[in-house]
């Protein structure tokens, strides 16, 4: 049973919140305004990155991570140079199931790990990412959370 739940943690949860904060923290714009409403609510968010090799030929690109009922938690990035792929990040999320956010945002964020939550698009400086999983054999989701700072605001 600890073997399943440090395979939840590592590959569920500890991967995809790496996966998340890479890119955040390298967010140009939010291509989503969270403060207007949107059926798929907290638990997908879309935005822009500015190019990170010689190949892309100095143009942004969009992804766009999702987490569904059914348990996937996908990310997909859009450019014009290629075709929208679609990444399986988990198999076994539940945030959207349980009503857990993906992504919360904030205006400020103290020493003490507590938030100031944002009341506007142009306040938001950092975002809590939020990755709840649940291994089959169990009941009891685990979760972790990160706050990501947003190294290149331009909104």
């Known amino acids: 049973k600890q073997a399943g739940k440090n395979n939840i943690m590592t590959n569920d949860i500890g991967i995809p919140l790496d996966v998340l904060d890479r890119h955040l923290s390298q967010t140009t714009k939010i291509e989503w305004?969270?403060?207007l409403p949107d059926p798929e609510g907290p638990y997908a968010f879309k935005f822009s990155i500015p190019p990170t090799n010689p190949e892309d030929a100095g143009e942004e690109y969009t992804v766009f991570f999702r987490a569904k009922t059914d348990g996937t938690l996908e990310m997909s990035r859009e450019d014009g140079n290629r075709p929208r792929?679609?990444?399986i990040l988990s198999k076994n999320n539940v945030n959207a199931k349980l009503g857990i956010p993906l992504i919360e945002y904030y205006s400020s964020v103290g020493l003490d790990g507590k938030g100031v939550p944002a009341q506007s698009l142009s306040e938001i400086?950092?975002?809590?990412?939020?990755i709840a999983a649940k291994s089959p054999d169990s009941d009891t989701p685990l979760t972790s959370s990160r706050f990501v700072k947003f190294q290149n605001k331009k909104w």
């Open 33 to 35: 305004d969270p403060f």
């Open 85 to 87: 792929n679609v990444l």
């Open 125 to 130: 400086t950092c975002a809590k990412i939020t």
